[in-house]
């Protein structure tokens, strides 16, 4: 008995033991893979954000605005510097003018005292305070006061006798001093600051690039008429962007510096982006943005849903810059800052650190991480690991570089090891409280069924093995009335149950993937399946068609029944759609009373053009068979053109397939001229199918938009 008790208790150590250990190995790399995924799609989140950035500097750099904006302030700065406050008065005309007898424009040489006087209590009650909580040492007023005309001025109407409060000077639009500086800023500001607040910036900074001054900024800081290339900010990280620039002054290019401390805004982190401004082919700018770091860690941190985004109740997400500082705030400085602080300081992190993450209110450029996987993915290696994280704590981490032109910053996605293996705690106790009941099953009839009690435990250990395994065809067949073949059909039971599961999972598989061809094409589908995430095609030659339904919007207004107005809707589209695959044509949308259609998007056909011909007929003879049914009189504009298209699948959720390119902009712009009840064509559409049907010329009405002249349009004659 003892021996059997032995052997069956050893069995279920065993088994015990292995499945622990399998499990605690499946756990692990189910975590892995779960912050893999997470951190793959924050990277590429995070790398769509700073190219949207790149763009946005990009396109307000050659923005008409920002260019008339430029020359101006930076006219009107110059003319501050030389003591023209005043625009030039217009009390003589020009054309009585005394030859040789210019203007006399009123100067100012000084600034009044009690200028100076206010604009030194500023730094003195307001800025100097607030930067040497931050910075080591005691800020030297001298090192930051303006000394020049232009800076004092400026600095006095819109910073120092600004009513506003720091952090709201961006609310004064007009200083009031008549001055030609503040036309130009009336003029502007309230645009630029629109732009700051819609897209979320810290600021927005116009800088003239022969003297380094910066002319214009929206929230007034003070950098604001200071010069970048020998004021008290010369060697701050937006001095090191304009010096890109200047070294590198290509039109349309964007340059970025990381993060560093900067003191105009108190020290805390400030990052920026810079292009230059060019009139022409002149030079006559350079704008600045300072990075939006809420957003960033917006991006980081899922709005602060990190249970719904599957990290559980500590993991996260956060960037690493290659000085081994963050450079995204730390989910337990938001979540549990005193535990957090507490941890910290366990591991040795200075009080005057703890104090800067508590002034800052993040751990950007303060928090340093120093681990394994930092130190990997800044070497520009990927992978997991188990390290001891920032906080000395054992985290499973997934890390990456980050691919970012001008930042070589990396990416990790971590969660503590105590809440990943929770699970395994509680198939522990399982465990434990299953042997405990067996050992007392196996004494009490060990002295009975010696012979019968070990083949029924080695049948159900294998079967077991076997599952785990993957082998859910496995059963174990006990012909006994007794507990073990109740355990067995346990057993069986809990299999049938996993293979049920299985199905279930590979049947929602099947839906899912149904669902998506509804949405991509087959090809594009069955790319996006292979774990292609980012799609984006260029496509040589389509043939499109936009139509739309002319009088429903009034015909639905009439009936005022929106279930039948939907209901002849439905029928309409549903014809058309019909049409569609009868001709192999994709139905790209069908939004109110338009329907684009395209052929030759996912395979090249040499007949494209005929289908969507022949397609744009036979939906014309389906809407008349319509009317005929329902005595209703709704038309056609039916408008036609084939070229190349670029398509991509964009957004996230929901995500679509879209298509863009002057192909569907001329399709669009063609179809809105047409006639009712008219099929008009391009002259590449008339050219590829002019010896299969009839057309007129219909004179000239598409522009091509890339060399602004109209081109031939030709109306399809029909029976």
Same mark, same amino acid.
């Given at each position: 008995?003892?021996?059997?008790?032995?052997?069956?208790?050893?069995?279920?150590?065993?088994?015990?033991?292995?499945?622990?250990?399998?499990?605690?190995?499946?756990?692990?790399?189910?975590?892995?893979?779960?912050?893999?995924?997470?951190?793959?799609?924050?990277?590429?989140?995070?790398?769509?954000?700073?190219?949207?950035?790149?763009?946005?500097?990009?396109?307000?750099?050659?923005?008409?605005?920002?260019?008339?904006?430029?020359?101006?302030?930076?006219?009107?700065?110059?003319?501050?510097?030389?003591?023209?406050?005043?625009?030039?008065?217009?009390?003589?005309?020009?054309?009585?003018?005394?030859?040789?007898?210019?203007?006399?424009?009123?100067?100012?040489?000084?600034?009044?005292?009690?200028?100076?006087?206010?604009?030194?209590?500023?730094?003195?009650?307001?800025?100097?305070?607030?930067?040497?909580?931050?910075?080591?040492?005691?800020?030297?007023?001298?090192?930051?006061?303006?000394?020049?005309?232009?800076?004092?001025?400026?600095?006095?109407?819109?910073?120092?006798?600004?009513?506003?409060?720091?952090?709201?000077?961006?609310?004064?639009?007009?200083?009031?001093?008549?001055?030609?500086?503040?036309?130009?800023?009336?003029?502007?500001?309230?645009?630029?600051?629109?732009?700051?607040?819609?897209?979320?910036?810290?600021?927005?900074?116009?800088?003239?690039?022969?003297?380094?001054?910066?002319?214009?900024?929206?929230?007034?800081?003070?950098?604001?008429?200071?010069?970048?290339?020998?004021?008290?900010?010369?060697?701050?990280?937006?001095?090191?962007?304009?010096?890109?620039?200047?070294?590198?002054?290509?039109?349309?290019?964007?340059?970025?510096?990381?993060?560093?401390?900067?003191?105009?805004?108190?020290?805390?982190?400030?990052?920026?982006?810079?292009?230059?401004?060019?009139?022409?082919?002149?030079?006559?700018?350079?704008?600045?943005?300072?990075?939006?770091?809420?957003?960033?860690?917006?991006?980081?941190?899922?709005?602060?849903?990190?249970?719904?985004?599957?990290?559980?109740?500590?993991?996260?997400?956060?960037?690493?810059?290659?000085?081994?500082?963050?450079?995204?705030?730390?989910?337990?400085?938001?979540?549990?800052?005193?535990?957090?602080?507490?941890?910290?300081?366990?591991?040795?992190?200075?009080?005057?650190?703890?104090?800067?993450?508590?002034?800052?209110?993040?751990?950007?450029?303060?928090?340093?991480?120093?681990?394994?996987?930092?130190?990997?993915?800044?070497?520009?290696?990927?992978?997991?690991?188990?390290?001891?994280?920032?906080?000395?704590?054992?985290?499973?981490?997934?890390?990456?570089?980050?691919?970012?032109?001008?930042?070589?910053?990396?990416?990790?996605? $971590? +969660?503590? *090891? #105590?809440?990943?293996?929770?699970?395994?705690?509680? @198939?522990?106790? &399982? %465990?434990?409280?299953? !042997?405990? /009941?067996?050992?007392?099953?196996?004494?009490?009839?060990?002295?009975?069924?010696?012979?019968?009690?070990?083949?029924?435990?080695?049948?159900?250990?294998?079967?077991?093995?076997?599952?785990?395994?993957?082998?859910?065809?496995?059963?174990?067949?006990?012909?006994?009335?007794?507990?073990?073949?109740?355990?067995?059909?346990?057993?069986?039971?809990?299999?049938?149950?996993?293979?049920?599961?299985?199905?279930?999972?590979?049947?929602?598989?099947?839906?899912?993937?149904?669902?998506?061809?509804?949405?991509?094409?087959?090809?594009?589908?069955?790319?996006?399946?292979?774990? $292609? +995430?980012? *799609? #984006?095609?260029?496509?040589?030659?389509?043939?499109? @068609?936009?139509? &739309? %339904?002319?009088?429903? !919007?009034? /015909?639905?207004?009439?009936?005022?029944?929106?279930?039948?107005?939907?209901?002849?809707?439905?029928?309409?589209?549903?014809?058309?759609?019909?049409?569609?695959?009868?001709?192999?044509?994709?139905?790209?949308?069908?939004?109110?009373?338009?329907?684009?259609?395209?052929?030759?998007?996912?395979?090249?056909?040499?007949?494209?053009?005929?289908?969507?011909?022949?397609?744009?007929?036979?939906?014309?003879?389906?809407?008349?068979?319509?009317?005929?049914?329902?005595?209703?009189?709704?038309?056609?504009?039916?408008?036609?053109?084939?070229?190349?298209?670029?398509?991509?699948?964009?957004?996230?959720?929901?995500?679509?397939?879209?298509?863009?390119?002057?192909?569907?902009?001329?399709?669009?712009?063609?179809?809105?001229?047409?006639?009712?009840?008219?099929?008009?064509?391009?002259?590449?559409?008339?050219?590829?199918?002019?010896?299969?049907?009839?057309?007129?010329?219909?004179?000239?009405?598409?522009?091509?938009?890339?060399?602004?002249?109209?081109?031939?349009?030709?109306?399809?004659?029909?029976?």
């Amino acid at each position: 008995m003892l021996a059997l008790l032995g052997v069956s208790l050893g069995s279920t150590l065993v088994v015990g033991t292995i499945s622990l250990q399998r499990g605690r190995a499946i756990l692990r790399t189910s975590i892995f893979n779960q912050l893999t995924s997470i951190r793959t799609s924050k990277a590429h989140q995070f790398e769509l954000f700073f190219e949207n950035l790149r763009n946005q500097t990009h396109v307000f750099a050659n923005d008409k605005m920002f260019i008339a904006a430029m020359r101006e302030f930076k006219q009107s700065y110059r003319d501050l510097e030389a003591g023209i406050v005043s625009p030039v008065p217009e009390t003589v005309p020009t054309s009585i003018q005394p030859q040789g007898v210019e203007q006399e424009v009123p100067k100012i040489q000084t600034v009044p005292e009690t200028w100076v006087q206010e604009i030194d209590a500023y730094y003195t009650n307001e800025f100097v305070p607030r930067l040497e909580k931050n910075v080591a040492g005691n800020p030297v007023l001298n090192t930051y006061r303006p000394t020049s005309f232009a800076s004092r001025y400026l600095q006095y109407h819109y910073i120092a006798s600004n009513p506003k409060p720091v952090g709201e000077k961006n609310q004064q639009v007009d200083a009031g001093d008549g001055s030609q500086y503040s036309q130009v800023h009336r003029k502007y500001h309230q645009n630029f600051d629109e732009i700051v607040q819609k897209f979320g910036y810290y600021d927005l900074f116009l800088i003239d690039p022969e003297t380094g001054n910066i002319v214009y900024s929206v929230y007034k800081e003070t950098d604001y008429a200071t010069s970048l290339f020998n004021g008290p900010y010369q060697r701050s990280n937006l001095a090191k962007v304009v010096e890109e620039v200047l070294d590198n002054p290509e039109q349309g290019t964007v340059r970025i510096v990381d993060f560093d401390a900067y003191r105009p805004s108190y020290a805390a982190p400030a990052a920026f982006l810079a292009a230059p401004i060019y009139d022409g082919a002149n030079l006559v700018g350079i704008l600045a943005i300072q990075l939006p770091v809420e957003q960033i860690n917006r991006v980081m941190t899922s709005g602060e849903d990190w249970q719904g985004k599957g990290l559980g109740k500590t993991g996260e997400t956060y960037l690493v810059g290659d000085d081994q500082r963050m450079r995204s705030v730390s989910r337990f400085l938001l979540e549990t800052p005193d535990e957090f602080k507490e941890q910290l300081r366990s591991q040795g992190t200075s009080a005057e650190t703890l104090q800067l993450m508590e002034n800052f209110g993040t751990t950007i450029l303060v928090q340093a991480v120093e681990t394994v996987a930092a130190q990997q993915a800044l070497k520009g290696k990927t992978g997991t690991r188990v390290v001891t994280d920032y906080r000395g704590i054992p985290v499973l981490s997934s890390y990456a570089p980050l691919n970012i032109q001008g930042l070589d910053w990396v990416i990790l996605a $971590e +969660m503590d *090891i #105590a809440e990943a293996f929770e699970p395994l705690q509680a @198939l522990q106790k &399982s %465990i434990f409280i299953l !042997t405990v /009941l067996l050992i007392l099953v196996v004494t009490g009839i060990a002295n009975f069924a010696a012979n019968i009690f070990v083949n029924p435990i080695k049948r159900l250990s294998a079967g077991a093995n076997k599952v785990s395994e993957g082998h859910l065809d496995t059963e174990v067949n006990l012909n006994s009335a007794d507990e073990f073949g109740e355990l067995a059909q346990t057993f069986n039971a809990m299999v049938q149950n996993l293979r049920e599961q299985q199905a279930t999972i590979a049947r929602q598989k099947k839906e899912n993937e149904a669902l998506l061809l509804n949405i991509l094409p087959s090809t594009v589908a069955t790319r996006r399946q292979k774990g $292609e +995430m980012q *799609i #984006a095609d260029q496509i040589p030659q389509v043939t499109l @068609l936009v139509a &739309s %339904i002319e009088g429903f !919007t009034k /015909l639905t207004e009439q009936q005022q029944d929106v279930a039948l107005a939907a209901t002849w809707l439905n029928e309409l589209v549903t014809s058309f759609d019909e049409a569609a695959k009868q001709y192999d044509v994709k139905k790209l949308t069908a939004l109110g009373e338009q329907y684009i259609a395209v052929c030759g998007l996912t395979k090249q056909r040499l007949d494209q053009t005929k289908r969507i011909v022949d397609f744009a007929i036979a939906i014309n003879h389906l809407l008349h068979s319509f009317n005929a049914k329902h005595s209703t009189q709704l038309s056609l504009r039916i408008g036609i053109h084939l070229g190349p298209i670029q398509a991509a699948i964009v957004g996230k959720q929901p995500f679509m397939y879209t298509l863009w390119g002057e192909t569907l902009n001329r399709a669009r712009q063609l179809h809105q001229q047409v006639q009712v009840d008219q099929i008009v064509v391009t002259q590449a559409v008339y050219e590829a199918v002019q010896e299969l049907y009839t057309f007129e010329a219909e004179g000239t009405g598409a522009q091509d938009s890339t060399t602004s002249q109209l081109t031939d349009i030709w109306l399809l004659k029909r029976d």
